[in-house]
């Protein structure tokens, strides 16, 4: 069965400061991997995903996730964030190969203070 | 394109009453999931349906609940018999022919049982 864990269940940051979540999955086969945000009282979005490829994804609102096969992890970065980053973030996977149920985190709850 | 709808957004029940949860999949998608998130809590696979079949159901409690996704009409999640730990919010996901593809999710049903 897979699993997905989240590091932090909450973090608080200044506006400008840089952003590391944490995000760790046991599963052995090959893997999809996604990172998505729920802004206070609305539904989950998109930030990133990754299936195969650069290792390295790009997503929405200047947010990047790296995909590090030997530690399992795909860790999801900002820069700089912004108080509009208040949110809460999850990690998620699915076994990929046509079987796309998601496995997600508890969730890290983010608080950028202005 | 409309994204994937969900009905009602919030639903106050008391305990022993049935709760019918609706979601419309985006346009073009023939696969929806349903997921629970309890307080404080990631979001937990309960149910994956297809078109007028149930894939996967491992996640939904054996007893009281159910869900359908019939050839014409939105995906129903029911809860018969609710007892106050169904509170929570319920989040409806659907995705296009291939299995493996991005979940996109609605803004959820929170279920309130007094």
């Known amino acids: 069965a897979q699993s997905v864990s989240q590091h932090n269940h909450h973090v608080i940051l200044s506006e400008a400061a840089s952003l590391e979540l944490g995000c760790n999955y046991s599963y052995g086969g090959t893997v999809n991997l996604f990172w998505y945000v729920q802004y206070p009282g609305q539904h989950l979005q998109l930030l990133l995903k990754?299936?195969?490829?650069?290792?390295l994804v790009k997503g929405i609102k200047g947010f990047e996730a790296e995909f590090i096969k030997s530690k399992f992890s795909f860790n999801l970065r900002k820069p700089s964030v912004q108080w509009s980053d208040t949110a809460e973030y999850f990690c998620a996977v699915n076994a990929g190969s046509g079987y796309s149920t998601l496995t997600f985190g508890k969730g890290t709850m983010l608080l950028v203070s202005p | 394109n409309a994204g994937v709808m969900q009905n009602p957004r919030h639903l106050v029940r008391r305990r022993g009453q049935e709760a019918r949860l609706r979601c419309s999949p985006m346009?073009?998608?023939?696969?929806v999931y349903w997921y629970r998130q309890l307080p404080e809590e990631g979001l937990k696979f309960m149910v994956y349906l297809q078109k007028e079949n149930i894939i996967d159901e491992s996640g939904m409690p054996k007893e009281r609940f159910s869900a359908e996704f019939p050839k014409e009409g939105p995906s129903i999640l029911r809860i018969q018999q609710v007892v106050r730990g169904d509170s929570a919010a319920y989040f409806c996901?659907?995705?296009?022919?291939?299995?493996?593809?991005?979940?996109?999710f609605g803004p959820g049903t929170r279920l309130l049982v007094l």
């Open positions: 996901a659907s995705s296009p022919e291939r299995g493996s593809e991005t979940q996109y």
């Open positions: 346009k073009g998608h023939s696969h």
């Open positions: 990754y299936f195969s490829g650069d290792p």
